[in-house]
């Protein structure tokens, strides 16, 4: 199985800062079929990214992800007070694995 | 507009049984993969179970093979999970998501499963 290691657990911003996410992989994920999620406490998960980089439907462009193999990022550019939520990526190249998670939280 | 509909969820006891439901809508049902991810109270995402489009063949994460199975009835755009010899560690928000070994772009709102005695 591919374990997903992400870091920080938690992440203390304030709005309109910079977030970075990190998702490690134990094993290269095929063809980047790497998906990153965003879910708000009562809520149903949101995706955000998949295929490593590529941004799902009305995602706002502030969103990004990038990397390869067994290292990927999540970037939010400017924190909207909307974002501040739990992220979980995801993996699909083989079977299916999520990480533990990373908490957005305001500082 | 896809809608993903899950029931079935209950409080039932250790080593008990359970049927979850899945009715979908708003896509050609047959054509989709269809999956279960669930999650702990306070916990992670775990994905479960997928199965392919069609007939569709089956995959289960570890921790629920042999004990639970997913299955399709396509003429009722419905989605289960039979769930076997229930543990505590299996109470979960149970998610019923459009798509196989993918990502999930929809996702149902949950059906709560409790094992406890």
């Known amino acids: 199985d591919i374990v997903l290691t992400q870091s920080p657990g938690t992440l203390s911003l304030s709005p309109g800062e910079r977030a970075t996410l990190s998702c490690r992989a134990s094993?290269?994920?095929?063809?980047?079929?790497l998906a990153w999620y965003q879910q708000k406490p009562g809520q149903a998960p949101r995706l955000l990214i998949y295929g490593a980089s590529s941004r799902a439907t009305g995602i706002p462009d502030r969103f990004s992800g990038s990397g390869s193999e067994t290292d990927f990022t999540l970037t939010i550019s400017r924190l909207e007070p909307e974002d501040f939520a739990v992220y979980y990526c995801?993996?699909?190249?083989?079977?299916?694995?999520f990480g533990g998670g990373t908490k957005v939280e305001i500082k | 507009e896809v809608q993903l509909v899950e029931s079935g969820g209950d409080l039932v006891e250790p080593g008990g049984s359970l049927r979850l439901s899945c009715e979908a809508s708003g896509f050609i049902f047959i054509n989709s993969g269809m999956s279960w991810v669930r999650q702990a109270p306070g916990k992670g995402l775990e994905w479960v179970s997928s199965i392919g489009d069609g007939r569709g063949e089956t995959y289960h994460a570890d921790s629920v093979t042999a004990r639970f199975a997913i299955s399709r009835d396509n003429s009722k755009s419905t989605l289960y999970l039979q769930m076997n010899s229930l543990r505590a560690e299996d109470t979960a928000v149970y998610y019923c998501?459009?798509?196989?070994?993918?990502?999930?772009?929809?996702w149902g709102h949950g059906t709560l499963v409790i094992v406890s005695s």
């Open positions: 094993q290269s994920v095929s063809s980047n079929y």
């Open positions: 995801q993996q699909y190249g083989r079977l299916v694995t």
């Open positions: 998501t459009k798509g196989g070994l993918t990502d999930f772009q929809y």
